[in-house]
């Protein structure tokens, strides 16, 4: 599976953001879908996930209520839209695709990451 991640950028605290990252290669629904970020000097963390279908969707507590992953099957398509986003939320994101065997703590594909950055 091939990923591209996009729709970062830079937006004041307080705003919004929604990343897209398009999937090609083998059956989207196949994988179980996610987004990391990984800010400066810090770990990579996964941030939101949603499995195959759409139907559970999983998140980080320091985003739960203002962050909404979803996906489009049909469009091979998976988002995450940000709101009120403060500063602590700059990083780079990563799209991530996981098998469904196996785990986020090893996903089998990465998109290249988009950097969101949060001025106060």
């Known amino acids: 599976v091939q990923l591209q991640a996009y729709g970062g950028g830079v937006v004041q605290a307080g705003g919004s953001l929604r990343l897209s990252c398009a999937a090609s290669g083998r059956p989207f629904t196949n994988y179980g879908m996610g987004w990391f970020r990984q800010a400066p000097g810090k770990e990579r963390e996964l941030v939101a996930a949603?499995?195959?279908?759409?139907?559970?969707?999983n998140y980080v507590d320091s985003v739960k209520g203002r962050f909404t992953i979803s996906r489009d099957n049909a469009k091979n398509a998976m988002y995450l839209q940000m709101n009120s986003l403060i500063p602590e939320d700059t990083a780079v994101y990563y799209c991530?695709?996981?098998?469904?065997?196996?785990?986020?703590?090893?996903?089998?594909?990465w998109g290249q990451g988009t950097l969101v950055t949060v001025s106060s």
């Open positions: 991530a695709a996981v098998s469904r065997v196996g785990s986020w703590s090893r996903p089998d594909y």
């Open positions: 949603i499995n195959w279908s759409g139907r559970s969707e």
